[in-house]
């Protein structure tokens, strides 16, 4: 006993110890991947931050910027103003008349999107130089004429104008000296490291850039899908450094006379104009908060022209100079519009500045964002096995749902943008390969226990095990279980009617149909002992009737076998050889029994061990002693006391020390109520009790009438 104990404990170690390696290799593979999920969210890629702005112009698509009053409005050389007044460039006079108007109206400040990087060549020196057979004093008076640059310049210099400028990848010659910079005030330390570089720059002619009264980039730097994002506060020029276009309207437009940039050892922090501090992220950049398009925001350019606007109609307002016309190709792709003018990029922008109403990635994003993905991928590691792959989709969802929840919050009240596609995105991969990884566990496990069961279960029982393999306990366990013992009587007389071949062939006829029979009836087949069968019920599936299926299929075996024993008398007969009946007896017993892999290390089988096993054994001993089919043990008998049952003797068995009551199976339930049957026990308990009572000629004719009437009713 101790040893079986002992044996038990080893094996139910074993399993465990297989389950928790199974666990933690899986667990392993999925601490690998969270890990390389979260290496690749420090390194960031293009594809991956892609994914992630695309969700944060989502969420300017569903609720962009409020509209609110602004003094912007962007003058545009429209279609209809290019159809009106000719071609651009149009001549720097005519420039002159419309700065010379909005200025008069009363304009706080004029920035251009545009940069006058040629003399007009409709200056009237150079009409002269280009026209032959003009008079000399045609000529002199042309000469004698101001340039058209000149003039734009003499109506600069009355008003506030910023003058556009651009940067430039590649070096195009212009003169270095005399560039003229907006005084930046460098606050925490340089920004330069941190600033998108250009290695030149597009500028105004020298006789316009010194009439301005200030200076701006109005360069756009779409981002890899070509969508207009963040626009650069400040851009560098080599070791220079110059603001863009709406900051630098700004500082005009307040008569500041310098800006400040503000930073430290990551990058910038922000851009002060105006005593406002603009944020940026670390590259200088500012996140444009956008407004759905208003053609309010819009005057054609020709109404400034021809005297339509009301007198009033620009005072106290930032004016933006550009262009709307295709022809013009500047047009940018928004998060809420695919064609938006670049010049309105710029005002919104300062429309964003002067509202306050910021979009800013804070200091924090990045850290929160990594430890909400490095919590959400251990939740799932740690939670999947215990909840299985359908709660823990669940628990994703509501994770998902509250994650997006909280972003989408933060966003429309803080207009803080954080990042929830990149924690969902590694928590559901994680999930899949959870998910994955099981199934092919599961379906490991169905496949050793279709191959493990195949040849003792009916292929039903085999895919109702494969199919929940938990119902499985392989360690080994104690069941209340039904054995079976079937054996051949008389089989040394048999098997000397045939050689080796013939002798394997008869005993394959007799296992197979009552292997059949077993399966059938929910049995496992343990194991084959030459003409016996070994078999058991209640395991490895549960079989709560499992008395009764076991002595159903008994009684099926004996049925089956008088079909044999016809079909051999037959084959006998047709062959002129000697027949000789087979005849079987069937021990059945129940009881608590010891069920699961039993070998060595290198070999084991599904068997089952203990004291009913060995009783089962020797019940099937005793049918030939008592003339019967089947016995059954007590056990047996008080699971099934409603079939037709009869009691046979109290016997001492070897290897118990207590008499153990046997029984009979003789039929059904519908046998045990039908009257030949009742007949039939009334005299069976006569003769149990004259036997017992050792008068043995009343026991003697009692057990003829018995089994005269058996003959007769055709029982057992």
């Given at each position: 006993m101790r040893h079986r104990l002992w044996d038990m404990t080893r094996d139910r170690a074993r399993s465990l110890g297989r389950w928790l390696w199974?666990?933690?290799?899986?667990?392993?593979?999925?601490?690998?991947?969270?890990?390389?999920?979260?290496?690749?969210?420090?390194?960031?890629?293009?594809?991956?931050?892609?994914?992630?702005?695309?969700?944060?112009?989502?969420?300017?698509?569903?609720?962009?910027?409020?509209?609110?009053?602004?003094?912007?409005?962007?003058?545009?050389?429209?279609?209809?103003?290019?159809?009106?007044?000719?071609?651009?460039?149009?001549?720097?006079?005519?420039?002159?008349?419309?700065?010379?108007?909005i200025c008069d109206s009363g304009a706080a400040a004029i920035g251009f999107d545009i940069v006058f990087a040629e003399p007009d060549r409709m200056s009237p020196a150079k009409i002269a130089g280009a026209l032959h057979g003009l008079t000399p004093e045609t000529r002199d008076d042309l000469m004698?004429?101001?340039?058209?640059?000149?003039?734009?310049?003499?109506?600069?210099?009355?008003?506030?104008?910023?003058?556009?400028?651009?940067?430039?990848?590649?070096?195009?010659?212009?003169?270095?000296?005399?560039?003229?910079?907006?005084?930046?005030?460098?606050?925490?330390?340089?920004?330069?490291?941190?600033?998108?570089?250009?290695?030149?720059?597009?500028?105004?002619?020298?006789?316009?850039?010194?009439?301005?009264?200030?200076?701006?980039?109005?360069?756009?730097?779409?981002?890899?899908?070509?969508?207009?994002?963040?626009?650069?506060?400040?851009?560098?020029?080599?070791?220079?450094?110059?603001?863009?276009?709406?900051?630098?309207?700004?500082?005009?437009a307040t008569g500041q006379k310098a800006i400040a940039a503000k930073s430290d050892n990551l990058g910038l922090k922000g851009v002060v104009v105006a005593k406002k501090l603009v944020p940026t992220d670390n590259h200088g950049r500012i996140w444009v908060?956008?407004?759905?398009?208003?053609?309010?925001?819009?005057?054609?350019?020709?109404?400034?022209?021809?005297?339509?606007?009301?007198?009033?109609?620009?005072?106290?307002?930032?004016?933006?100079?550009?262009?709307?016309?295709a022809g013009l190709l500047d047009i940018k792709s928004t998060p809420?519009?695919?064609?938006?003018?670049?010049?309105?990029?710029?005002?919104?922008?300062?429309?964003?500045?002067?509202?306050?109403?910021?979009?800013?990635?804070?200091?924090?994003?990045?850290?929160?964002?990594f430890s909400v993905a490095l919590l959400s991928g251990l939740l799932m590691i740690f939670l999947m096995p215990l909840l299985g792959a359908r709660w823990t989709l669940v628990l994703f969802v509501v994770m998902t749902g509250v994650l997006t929840s909280g972003s989408w919050y933060l966003y429309v009240e803080k207009g803080a943008l954080y990042d929830v596609t990149f924690a969902t995105l590694s928590t559901f991969l994680l999930y899949g390969l959870l998910t994955y990884a099981?199934?092919?566990?599961?379906?490991?496990?169905?496949?050793?226990?279709?191959?493990?069961?195949?040849?003792?279960?009916?292929?039903?029982?085999?895919?109702?095990?494969?199919?929940?393999?938990?119902?499985?306990?392989?360690?080994?366990?104690?069941?209340?279980?039904?054995?079976?013992?079937?054996?051949?009587?008389?089989?040394?007389?048999?098997?000397?009617?045939?050689?080796?071949?013939?002798?394997?062939?008869?005993?394959?006829?007799?296992?197979?149909?009552?292997?059949d029979i077993i399966m059938s009836n929910g049995g496992t087949v343990d194991k084959y002992m030459g003409d016996a069968i070994m078999a058991f019920w209640n395991a490895p599936i549960d079989d709560p009737d499992h008395a009764r299926h076991a002595s159903i299929a008994g009684m099926e075996m004996?049925?089956?076998?008088?079909?044999?024993?016809?079909?051999?008398?037959?084959?006998?007969?047709?062959?002129?050889?000697?027949?000789?009946?087979?005849?079987?007896?069937?021990?059945?017993?129940?009881?608590?029994?010891c069920v699961g892999n039993m070998g060595s290390d290198q070999r084991f089988d599904y068997s089952v061990l203990g004291d009913d096993v060995n009783l089962a054994s020797r019940l099937e001993g005793q049918s030939k002693t008592y003339g019967v089919d089947i016995v059954i043990?007590?056990?047996?008998?008080?699971?099934?006391?409603?079939?037709?049952?009869?009691?046979?003797?109290?016997?001492?068995?070897?290897?118990?020390?207590?008499?153990?009551?046997?029984?009979?199976?003789?039929?059904?339930?519908?046998?045990?109520?039908?009257?030949?049957?009742?007949?039939?026990?009334?005299r069976h308990k006569y003769l149990l009790q004259t036997y017992r009572a050792q008068d043995w000629e009343k026991a003697k004719n009692f057990l003829s009438e018995c089994r005269n009437l058996d003959k007769e009713e055709r029982l057992g």
């Open positions: 199974q666990s933690l290799s899986k667990r392993f593979v999925s601490f690998v991947c969270l890990g390389l999920f979260l290496a690749l969210r420090v390194w960031d890629p293009t594809p991956l931050e892609m994914l992630r702005v695309r969700t944060f112009d989502l969420y300017q698509n569903f609720h962009p910027r409020e509209p609110t009053p602004q003094p912007i409005v962007i003058v545009d050389l429209d279609e209809e103003s290019l159809a009106k007044v000719g071609q651009w460039p149009w001549p720097r006079t005519v420039v002159s008349d419309m700065v010379a108007n004698k004429l101001p340039s058209n640059d000149q003039v734009l310049a003499d109506t600069l210099k009355r008003c506030r104008v910023v003058l556009g400028q651009a940067g430039y990848f590649r070096i195009i010659g212009h003169e270095s000296t005399g560039i003229i910079k907006t005084p930046i005030a460098e606050i925490g330390g340089d920004p330069r490291p941190f600033l998108l570089n250009f290695i030149d720059m597009v500028r105004n002619i020298p006789v316009l850039d010194k009439a301005g009264k200030g200076h701006g980039m109005f360069t756009i730097t779409p981002e890899t899908d070509s969508v207009v994002r963040r626009v650069p506060a400040l851009l560098r020029v080599g070791e220079s450094i110059f603001p863009t276009l709406s900051i630098e309207i700004l500082r005009v908060h956008y407004a759905p398009s208003d053609p309010k925001r819009y005057v054609s350019a020709k109404d400034t022209l021809n005297g339509s606007l009301a007198k009033d109609f620009f005072s106290g307002k930032l004016v933006f100079i550009g262009t709307s016309a809420v519009n695919d064609a938006m003018p670049g010049v309105e990029v710029h005002a919104q922008l300062l429309e964003t500045i002067l509202s306050g109403d910021y979009l800013t990635r804070p200091g924090n994003a990045i850290g929160a964002e099981n199934y092919s566990s599961e379906e490991a496990q169905r496949k050793q226990v279709r191959t493990a069961f195949s040849h003792y279960l009916s292929p039903a029982m085999v895919e109702k095990l494969a199919d929940d393999p938990s119902s499985l306990a392989l360690g080994g366990e104690s069941k209340d279980m039904t054995l079976l013992f079937c054996d051949i009587r008389g089989f040394t007389t048999i098997s000397e009617q045939f050689d080796a071949e013939g002798l394997t062939s008869f005993i394959n006829r007799f296992l197979t149909p009552m292997t004996m049925k089956t076998l008088r079909d044999l024993n016809t079909e051999w008398e037959a084959a006998a007969k047709e062959e002129g050889g000697k027949y000789i009946p087979v005849n079987i007896g069937v021990g059945i017993n129940s009881g608590s029994c043990g007590e056990n047996t008998e008080q699971l099934i006391d409603d079939m037709a049952i009869l009691e046979l003797d109290l016997i001492q068995v070897k290897g118990k020390t207590v008499p153990v009551r046997i029984f009979t199976l003789h039929g059904d339930e519908e046998m045990e109520t039908s009257g030949a049957f009742q007949s039939q026990m009334s």
